[in-house]
């Protein structure tokens, strides 16, 4: 079997060699030329997946990367997996997939499934892309063309998730195209979950990113009412997580950061809109996330001012740009915010993060491009008048940071097991 995966990222890539893995050949189709090129030469540009992870599939002849859509009518079926970002008003921005329909459209011959993987609101396959594809090809989707969504669930950083393993929801337009679909992934992925359509499956995937956002904007708050009652919501987490039944722990944090949990729930939110409904807990979520920023800084700012310092003038030190642990990926991670606020307020700011070590252009902050981690070392570290540790990557050794660094605002609990002076950790 030969397939095409377009949009080569951090979903596309590891699918990709999933695929290979498996024995289907895969041709990878991406409009970046540079990751292309690296692909082909069998390197890898995200962090934690290895060069040899893409050689040992190039060398097996499995896997090609290309900029030319014209090859779709090699494969037997397309599977789509390109951003799905907000547009300035934060409202959903379909373009990279309506355009990756328009791409491949032309090429599309009888009987190829197309499956799209990007989180979307419900009706984006059935009605948004259908209707692109049918119109490129002059074919008929559940008749001339399989279509099919299914979501990805990628956790990346996480050793224990692999994509082989990982239950894969799948909802065909049709009953034939969910049978296709069926087909497709038995080859690679252990578990499948056939759901009734293709918009059950997308609403599937929003339902799991709208519940992890209204549950850490749930254990934000409580971080708040806590902290204002002498209590540490952390201990009380570790607590409650003994139970063993009816319990999931969420943490708290400097805001809400990634691909998908800042961004996806508002994709439901706009399309509820258009049936006459509003999505008051994804908004009120929304509401609370995004105020975390603002409370690191107040925090921040008390901490300092306990050292007889202003915020003005201080040097402070972000700790942390990516916007988990142990990954490269910076996408609307909160440290950014932490940044623009801390300079808005006269702070003379810089970075550490060992997987970032220059800051790429980004959408939102593009000031910051260029910028480099600064080196960690004692003479750097003790320069800062406050460190503000955004992230808990594993990489970094928090036994030197309690020796350098004088006053330490930690928002994820990094501190918890180091030994350090009163008062010189404050907790945001
Ligand atoms: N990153 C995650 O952990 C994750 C998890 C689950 C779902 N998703 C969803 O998967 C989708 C992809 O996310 P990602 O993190 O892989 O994004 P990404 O930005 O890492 O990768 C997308 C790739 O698509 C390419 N691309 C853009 N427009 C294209 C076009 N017209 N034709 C061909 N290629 C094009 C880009 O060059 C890029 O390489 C999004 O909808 C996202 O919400 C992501």
């Keep these: 079997m030969k397939i095409a995966i377009v949009g080569l990222g951090y979903v596309g890539l590891p699918l990709s060699l999933q695929f290979a893995r498996s024995q289907v050949t895969v041709l990878g189709l991406d409009i970046d030329r540079t990751k292309i090129d690296l692909l082909n030469a069998g390197r890898s540009f995200i962090k934690h997946i290895s060069n040899e992870a893409v050689a040992e599939q190039r060398q097996a002849g499995r896997f090609e990367a290309s900029t030319d859509f014209a090859r779709i009518k090699e494969v037997e079926a397309v599977v789509i997996c390109v951003p799905t970002p907000l547009n300035k008003n934060r409202e959903p921005d379909i373009s990279y997939v309506l355009n990756t329909g328009k791409s491949i459209a032309p090429h599309l011959t009888k009987g190829t499934l197309v499956v799209l993987e990007s989180t979307t609101y419900p009706g984006t396959t059935d009605e948004d892309l259908r209707e692109v594809l049918e119109k490129g090809s002059g074919l008929k989707a559940g008749v001339d063309f399989h279509l099919a969504f299914s979501p990805e669930r990628e956790d990346p950083g996480n050793p224990q998730s692999v994509v082989k393993s990982i239950p894969k929801v799948i909802g065909g337009y049709t009953p034939a195209c969910l049978e296709r679909t069926k087909i497709l992934y038995g080859k690679a992925l252990d578990t499948l979950v056939p759901v009734s359509s293709c918009r059950a499956a997308e609403a599937t995937k929003l339902l799991e990113n709208i519940f992890r956002g209204v549950n850490i904007a749930l254990v934000n708050e409580l971080k708040l009412v806590y902290d204002a009652m002498g209590i540490d919501v952390w201990e ?95 996408r609307e991670s909160p440290s950014y915010v932490l940044l623009d606020l801390f300079k808005d307020r006269g702070a003379e700011m810089a970075y550490y993060d060992p997987y970032v070590p220059v800051i790429r252009p980004t959408r939102e902050h593009p000031h910051w491009a260029g910028t480099k981690s600064i080196v960690w070392n004692r003479e750097t570290i003790s320069a800062f008048d406050a460190v503000v540790i955004a992230t808990n990557h594993k990489d970094v050794n928090y036994q030197e940071l309690a020796a350098w660094a004088p006053c330490i605002i930690d928002t994820r609990n990094a501190m918890a097991s180091i030994k350090t002076a009163p008062g010189q950790v404050v907790k945001a």
Excluded at 237 to 263: E, N, Q, R, S, V
Aim: net charge positive; with cysteine; aromatic share 10%.
């Design 236 to 330: 009380v987490i570790a607590a409650a997580k003994t139970k063993p039944f009816g319990f999931m722990a969420f943490y708290p944090g400097p805001g809400l950061g990634g691909h998908c949990i800042p961004i996806d729930p508002f994709y439901l939110t706009w399309k509820a809109r258009e049936y006459g409904q509003n999505t008051k807990f994804i908004e009120l979520a929304g509401e609370v996330n995004t105020a975390m920023p603002m409370h690191v800084v107040n925090r921040a700012a008390d901490a300092l001012n306990n050292h007889r310092k202003p915020v003005n003038g201080s040097k402070i030190l972000i700790l942390g740009l990516a916007y988990k642990p142990n990954v490269d990926d910076d």
